[in-house]
């Protein structure tokens, strides 16, 4: 036998469910088949009745007999209820969709293993949307604890591979499996270092297992595997970027970095400022292509990181850029390196979407001969006309706006690659990050600026905002300005702009003309417009910036000291810890001031208690890796780590930390795999490597 057969030449397949197989589930071969492992397993011991469901937080599992359905509603509230039964009491299910399907395939009178979550309805608990499986009473009490249930499709049930049809594929392959034919692919001293079962056993196990204990093993065995090989995968990737990638030398620290270092910065850098400083230093020193992610919290300083690193570029005969996400922040950027690098006499350019004709040829003219050397821009800096004479440097600020797609197309732009510095407030975990960005190496900016207080933040409803209007006042009259955020997402976008008029008008009224001046910036204005109100804002001619979050980026006004944040309940916690970044920028105390509705969903909730707790980001994104999983977290998507079949990012954290030592160790010695002892490690990586596309290239 042989594991890379066609599917369909398993007894029981065939051409039509092999190619379902195929399309729906990604299953090929045997072994695809073999790796098809369950999401989760039904424990017989644990089947409740329909008196014993005590709450809705727990999911539970029923053995119930179909007593009849009845259709009620219309439209968008029509559903099918099924009244179902055991000795104990009646519950009913519900399905809003696939009501003729369901009728049909359900048998009044047969018995069927219910799995989901009740809720309470009219002092009543229903399930809405179960899982629903048939089950052959006589049959039910033989067989292991433990039966496997398989992710599936609509299509795949109606054609009889539901999780039970799946399950008779496996148990037919397994049974069949003659023994050895699953190769060992971990080396034996790490097996029994982490006291990990062989594959085998664990493959064997893990879709039939004897017990729980064995079942633990099992899966302990299988998250370990796949995490190690992800992790090996990230680790050549890094040693071969690092080792064989040739990179500009920026040799010297010139003029120009020692200049502004020793007689120009407006003040004295951090310890954690310096250091990243000579991380840079030393990457760009050595020959090898420098690709660095900074991590440094809103307010930390990263931008004074950037200008030294540019410096560097330039006193070492190269051109630099720095792109921002944003026309705002990519002026701002312009506007505080012109004034800072002013005594040098070195000029920065400004290139955006909004560039004037002239002055964008004048740019692309003095980037190609040479002549400018130091250039801030948006998205306009990766457009193919825009050529460099010698580009050595790319620093990407906030670098979560930017895909990878645009970011490689700055690899073109010079013969040898430029040295990249990625810029990110928004802190990944550590984990996630070895994962994401493990080519990477990461420096991270763990402290702020001397003087900085923490931001008081506290979470008011609706009903208080009266109370807030007032603290806005109090605050006004210290000489500080304020901060009114409004929610902008895209599919109600014309709701939300009436929000934000309302509030506005709101605002307004409460703190009139000419007493107060109030700016509003949003996505709708004309980048002018948007550039003149805030700048009003920036001068202290405005006490109030009402805005969407536009501002969300990088924008610095160190007087304003509180930040309101309309229908907080509406952001994400990485947007918040964003937009309350905007404040506590100067040596005063700061607030920010969630305002939300009173009917808030346990996750909301949580993030809006875990904002007043802390302002720690990196333990802000851990909660968020928590709440949400690693699929909506900047960057992951083009990981792999979504395609992880049994590891969890979030939940195996412990086995990541010790899959990823091992991988570094054995990879640090022998980046090759040509060793005779990581023979085995290389042929499994050959094996899953074919057809595999290259997901690793992150940056
Ligand atoms: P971010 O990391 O969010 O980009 P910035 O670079 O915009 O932060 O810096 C935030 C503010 O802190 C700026 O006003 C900057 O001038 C100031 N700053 C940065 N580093 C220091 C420092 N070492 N000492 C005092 N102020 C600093
Ligand atoms: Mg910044």
Same mark, same amino acid.
């Given at each position: ?19 379902? @197989? ?6 090929? &071969? ?10 989760? =397993? ?7 009745? /329909? ?23 219309? *439209? ?6 099924? #009244? ?113 079962? %062989? ?33 090996? $995968? ?6 071969? @970027? ?98 800072? @690098? ?7 350019? @400004? ?18 001969? %040479? ?15 825009? $050529? ?42 550590? &984990?996630?990050?070895?994962?994401? =960005? ?12 001397? %003087? ?50 309302? *509030? ?11 007493? =107060?001046?109030?700016?509003? /910036? ?18 202290? $001619? ?32 990485? $947007? ?51 709440? #949400? ?11 792999? /780590? ?11 954290? +412990?086995?990541?930390?010790?899959? #990823? ?27 899953? +490597? ?10």
């Amino acid at each position: 036998m042989n594991l890379l057969q066609d599917i369909a030449y398993l007894k029981g397949v065939g051409p039509a469910r092999a190619e379902l @197989l195929r399309d729906e589930l990604r299953i090929f &071969t045997l072994r695809d088949l073999l790796m098809y492992f369950p999401f989760r =397993y039904v424990d017989k011991s644990q089947i409740t009745t /329909v008196r014993n469901i005590q709450s809705e937080n727990e999911p539970v599992q029923l053995l119930l007999e179909c007593v009849g359905f009845s259709e009620v509603g219309i *439209g968008r509230a029509k559903r099918l209820t099924g #009244r179902f039964r055991d000795a104990s009491g009646d519950i009913e299910l519900v399905w809003f969709k696939g009501a003729s399907w369901i009728q049909k395939n359900f048998q009044i009178g047969q018995t069927y293993l219910v799995y989901g979550k009740p809720a309470l309805f009219s002092g009543r608990y229903n399930i809405l949307h179960p899982e629903v499986e048939w089950v052959e009473k006589s049959r039910w009490n033989a067989g292991n604890t433990f039966k496997p249930v398989y992710r599936t499709t609509e299509k795949c049930s109606k054609k009889g591979l539901n999780s039970n049809g799946i399950a008779q594929l496996t148990r037919t392959l397994v049974t069949q499996l003659p023994e050895h034919i699953i190769e060992e692919n971990l080396p034996a001293d790490l097996l029994s270092k982490y006291k990990l079962i %062989g594959r085998e056993m664990a493959i064997r196990q893990v879709h039939f297992p004897a017990d729980i204990q064995r079942l633990e093993s099992a899966r302990r065995r299988l998250k370990f595997e796949e995490l190690f090989f992800l992790q090996i $995968q990230v680790a050549r990737q890094k040693v071969s @970027l690092t080792k064989d990638e040739r990179g500009v030398v920026f040799g010297k620290v010139g003029n120009f970095f020692l200049d502004f270092y020793n007689n120009h910065l407006p003040f004295e850098l951090t310890n954690a400022q310096k250091r990243v400083v000579k991380e840079i230093r030393q990457d760009v020193g050595k020959g090898f292509h420098m690709n660095r992610l900074i991590q440094g919290d809103v307010g930390s300083g990263k931008t004074i990181v950037a200008i030294l690193s540019m410096l560097l570029a330039v006193d070492n005969g190269f051109q630099a850029c720095l792109m921002a996400p944003t026309e705002i922040l990519a002026m701002q950027h312009h506007q505080s390196m012109q004034e800072l @690098l002013a005594p040098l006499n070195c000029q920065v350019a @400004l290139l955006t979407g909004s560039t004037k004709t002239a002055e964008r040829r004048r740019i692309h003219q003095g980037l190609l001969d %040479g002549s400018i050397a130091l250039l801030v821009g948006t998205h306009a800096l990766i457009e193919p006309i825009v $050529q460099f004479q010698k580009l050595g440097l790319v620093i990407i600020d906030e670098q979560h706006r930017f895909g990878v797609a645009q970011r490689a197309r700055l690899w073109e732009k010079a013969s040898i690659p430029p040295h990249i510095l990625v810029m990110t407030a928004t802190p990944i975990p550590r &984990t996630l990050a070895m994962t994401v =960005y493990g080519d990477l190496d990461v420096s991270v900016i763990d402290e702020l600026p001397p %003087g900085r207080k923490p931001i008081q933040t506290v979470w008011r409803s609706d009903a208080r905002r009266l109370e807030v209007f007032q603290f806005m006042e109090d605050e006004i009259k210290k000489g500080r300005q304020v901060y009114v955020v409004f929610p902008l997402i895209e599919e109600s976008e014309a709701l939300d702009y009436k929000d934000l008029q309302d *509030g506005y008008d709101g605002i307004s009224r409460r703190f009139p003309r000419p007493q =107060y001046q109030i700016s509003i /910036v949003h996505g709708r204005m004309k980048p002018d417009d948007r550039d003149y109100e805030m700048n009003l804002f920036v001068k202290k $001619q405005t006490h109030i910036m009402v805005a969407t979050t536009v501002i969300e980026v990088g924008v610095n006004v160190p007087n304003a000291s509180v930040m309101v944040i309309e229908s907080a309940e509406r952001f994400g916690l990485s $947007q918040l810890h964003q937009l309350r970044g905007r404040v506590g920028r100067g040596a005063d105390q700061s607030y920010c001031i969630l305002m939300t509705g009173n009917k808030l969903s346990d996750e909301s909730k949580t993030r809006m208690e875990t904002m007043v707790r802390t302002n720690d980001g990196f333990e802000i994104a851990e909660v968020d890796l928590q709440l #949400r999983g690693p699929g909506d977290i900047a960057g992951t998507q083009q990981s792999g /780590v979504l395609q992880l079949k049994i590891a969890d990012i979030v939940k195996d954290q +412990s086995i990541l930390l010790v899959a #990823r030592e091992c991988a570094l160790e054995i990879v640090e010695e022998d980046a090759t795999l040509m060793l005779e002892k990581n023979r085995m490690v290389r042929r499994y990586l050959e094996e899953i +490597s074919k057809g595999n596309s290259d997901w690793s290239k992150i940056s």
